[in-house]
């Protein structure tokens, strides 16, 4: 599975990246590439999480990819 990145830049001049396939998953920065850096690394916490409990990850070679 391969991880989306959404990246929008916001009216008030923010950057918001959001990963699509994890509900909640999103961050803001003042540039682009700071927002996704905190999305990803928000993304593998959130994955993280859900491998201690038990829960089923996604797999595969490319983690994430630009949307």
């Given at each position: ?63 994430f990819s630009m949307a």
């Amino acid at each position: 599975m391969n991880l989306r990145i959404e990246v929008e830049l916001e009216t008030d001049g923010r950057w918001m990246a959001e990963v699509l396939e994890l509900p909640g998953c999103l961050a803001y920065a003042d540039s682009q590439a700071d927002a996704v850096a905190k999305a990803k690394a928000l993304a593998l916490r959130v994955l993280a999480d859900r491998l201690e409990h038990g829960e089923p990850v996604p797999a595969g070679e490319e983690l994430f990819s630009m949307a």
